[in-house]
């Protein structure tokens, strides 16, 4: 039967290796699914309201892991042409809540048609 349908000695030497990589590949992909799933720090963007030409007021919710640390939130000020008008640094004390809620007056220099919080992480010196 061997030499009727071409069996070699060696043909098991690849579900070895397969076997091999499948066990390192499939830890690692639910690593990492889980990891880039569920970050250290979330921003939701709530609302935004343009109230006057020269300002425009953005309420978002922070979530963070490790609530203890302080953050730097970076907040955006848009124009009809999606030009930035508006940014500033928002700092946000170190808490003992997981989820809190901001709301912030982002001084434009044109008005804005919307509100963005670009960037949040944790706070250095």
């Known amino acids: ?35 880039h799933s569920n970050p250290e720090i979330r921003v939701t963007l709530i609302s935004f309201q343009n109230e006057t030409a020269n300002s425009i007021e953005i309420t978002y919710q922070v979530e963070q892991r490790y609530p203890r640390q302080q953050l730097r939130c970076t907040l955006l000020a848009r124009d009809i042409d999606k030009n930035v008008v508006g940014e500033i640094e928002q700092l946000i004390p170190a808490s003992n809540l997981e989820k809190q809620s901001f709301t912030t007056t982002i001084p434009t220099r044109i008005a804005a048609v919307n509100a963005a919080v670009l960037d949040c992480h944790a706070a250095r010196g």
């Open 1 to 35: 039967m061997r030499q009727r349908y071409g069996y070699r000695e060696g043909a098991r030497s690849w579900r070895v290796i397969a076997i091999l990589l499948a066990a390192i590949f499939l830890p690692w992909l639910a690593w990492s699914a889980w990891h």
